[in-house]
């Protein structure tokens, strides 16, 4: 992993604060009187010199300041830019406190919770698209770091890529792009992904080193990871290899335009996706390691991973479906129904997405549900909650459980902060650093359990009362394929920590296996596709 330190970025392009000015600012009690634009300018500069200076006391003092804005009117651009300092300053305080230590491993910690909830709170701003380039860019690298920097290097990459498309050329979104592809393939067991992954990785990490936009601690982090990626890619060369990569992307147009939806949504079980979006990574080839086990026990994770994958691949066709429909289905034509006035929608296409929604969310709880088992946790079946299984008697106030305290397994880390996106309506579990993790489980448990309504338009200002449907939780059909999006992504991104997770557990227990242990093998075979139907 390495220090996390080297990539951060600035948080202003302004002249360092003179100590003089830094301890000037630090003795001011409040910045109320100052004008807001330089308010943030000063705020921006003290954070910097403090981390510049390795000075807890200073961050502190940033954070009570940064606090004063809560009753100040900002502007849209303003409201960003000041989540962006505050993610930067909890930023700060977690490399002082924990880089180079044993700490630095915890699962828990406060400071990146905090900093997530801002930095995503910047992204989440209606105003987001309409702010400077570069700001962006800084927000989505420094999240997509920090994704990756907890286990979550599958979601870090859209973060990333999402920068570059805004600005290709930027220094920090290349360097951390390429930085995170090289762990990416050296944390996965598909040996082929991990050769172009590298190749990718050694082209971004070399653009960024020409790129005037990095800082100097930045281009020595790099420079580092130059030198790793060259070494590792030199030793593959001297070797041959067999790809066995997807050529096309299938026979009707059909298939074509679903293998398309899905390549360009990085919908995919398979590394690749995560790269680019060529053919090569149209199909779902992420599978379960072999799994050691004593003589006689069933086949269960295999086969709970495989229910798993194909209800995650149908939510995902249930999608693609509904929202390309281009008629009229039959199942919908001569079935009755009231126009209640609010622009209701009523089609299998909307309960299609309605379904797409309701199985993408049950991936979390059944992946708590293999690991329980998976790692003997002993939780009883009917307890078993994605958010919950990590700590002592399922409460978070007991602290993690023993099991994953400091425990070296990056992808079951990213799953355990996977879990910090969701809501759950327990003591300790309702607050999430996902903004909206709790509009998302009320949409999954109004389609599961109550009533949830989907509509063509937002709501209609002109309804009185009498007309407003107060049993229903009202959604537009736009609002509810980008959260059944979301949702789809979470999962895919769940299913590979899983199947990582998994990988690099069975390392672990292999090297402490007795050397005098006799371990048998056994090949299983995959399912033909002719046999699907």
């Known amino acids: 992993m390495g220090d996390e330190a080297p990539r951060r970025i600035p948080t202003e392009d302004v002249p360092r604060l003179k100590s003089r000015d830094y301890r000037r600012l630090l003795r001011r009690t409040?910045?109320?009187?100052?004008?807001?634009?330089?308010?943030?300018?000063?705020?921006?500069?003290?954070?910097?010199?403090?981390?510049?200076?390795?000075?807890?006391?200073?961050?502190?003092?940033?954070?009570?300041?940064?606090?004063?804005?809560?009753?100040?009117?900002?502007?849209?651009?303003?409201?960003?830019?000041?989540?962006?300092?505050?993610?930067?300053?909890?930023?700060?305080?977690?490399?002082?406190?924990?880089?180079?230590?044993?700490?630095?491993?915890?699962?828990?910690?406060?400071?990146?919770?905090?900093?997530?909830?801002?930095?995503?709170?910047?992204?989440?701003?209606?105003?987001?698209?309409?702010?400077?380039?570069?700001?962006?860019?800084?927000?989505?690298?420094?999240?997509?770091?920090?994704?990756?920097?907890?286990?979550?290097?599958?979601?870090?990459?859209?973060?990333?890529?999402?920068?570059?498309?805004?600005?290709?050329?930027?220094?920090?979104?290349?360097?951390?792009?390429?930085?995170?592809?090289l762990v990416y393939a050296r944390a996965i067991p598909r040996r082929h992904d991990s050769i172009a992954m590298l190749d990718a990785a050694q082209t971004m990490v070399g653009a960024a080193l020409r790129s005037r936009m990095i800082h100097s601690t930045a281009r020595e982090y790099f420079s580092k990871q130059k030198s790793k990626i060259e070494g590792l890619v030199r030793r593959n060369a001297s070797t041959k290899h067999r790809f066995d990569f997807y050529k096309s992307l299938g026979t009707s147009e059909t298939e074509k335009r679903y293998r398309r939806w899905c390549l360009s949504n990085c919908l995919f079980l398979n590394y690749l996706n995560d790269l680019d979006e060529r053919s090569w990574a149209s199909g779902d080839n992420v599978m379960l390691p072999p799994i050691t086990r004593p003589i006689g026990e069933p086949l269960h994770f295999e086969g709970l991973y495989n229910e798993l994958k194909q209800g995650f691949v149908s939510a995902r066709y249930l999608c693609f479906d509904a929202i390309t429909v281009q008629r009229v289905h039959f199942s919908d034509k001569r079935v009755v129904l009231y126009d209640t006035l609010d622009c209701p929608s009523y089609s299998i296409a909307v309960e299609k997405l309605k379904a797409a929604y309701r199985i993408a969310y049950s991936v979390f709880d059944k992946i708590a549900f293999f690991l329980n088992s998976y790692l003997r946790l002993g939780i009883k079946e009917y307890q078993v909650t994605f958010r919950t299984i990590w700590y002592d008697n399922r409460r978070r106030e007991k602290g993690l459980r023993s099991e994953f305290t400091n425990r070296q397994n990056w992808a079951l880390r990213g799953l355990f902060w996977l879990g910090k996106d969701l809501f759950e309506d327990a003591d300790g579990f309702r607050k999430a650093i996902e903004p909206d993790a709790q509009e998302l489980k009320i949409i999954r448990d109004h389609i599961e359990h109550k009533y949830l309504k989907v509509v063509e338009l937002e709501e209609l200002p002109f309804l009185t009362d009498s007309f407003r449907d107060m049993l229903a939780f009202k959604i537009s059909r736009n609002d509810l394929h980008a959260k059944t999006l979301r949702v789809l992504k979470m999962a895919r991104a769940g299913l590979l920590y899983l199947s990582v997770a998994i990988y690099w557990e069975e390392v672990r227990r292999n090297i402490e296996r007795p050397k005098n242990q006799p371990i048998g093998e056994f090949h299983l075979g995959t399912v033909d596709d002719r046999v699907k139907i």
């Open 30 to 181: 409040t910045l109320r009187r100052v004008p807001v634009s330089k308010a943030l300018e000063l705020l921006g500069r003290l954070i910097d010199a403090a981390f510049d200076r390795r000075e807890l006391e200073g961050l502190a003092h940033a954070l009570v300041l940064a606090g004063e804005f809560s009753t100040r009117r900002l502007t849209p651009q303003q409201e960003i830019t000041l989540h962006y300092f505050v993610g930067n300053i909890w930023s700060s305080i977690k490399v002082l406190k924990r880089a180079g230590t044993p700490d630095s491993w915890s699962w828990e910690q406060e400071e990146i919770e905090h900093e997530i909830t801002n930095l995503r709170l910047a992204l989440n701003h209606p105003d987001f698209n309409n702010t400077e380039e570069y700001r962006r860019c800084q927000i989505l690298t420094n999240l997509g770091n920090l994704l990756d920097n907890v286990g979550r290097f599958v979601e870090a990459q859209e973060y990333w890529k999402r920068a570059l498309q805004i600005m290709p050329n930027f220094g920090m979104g290349l360097g951390n792009r390429g930085s995170g592809l």
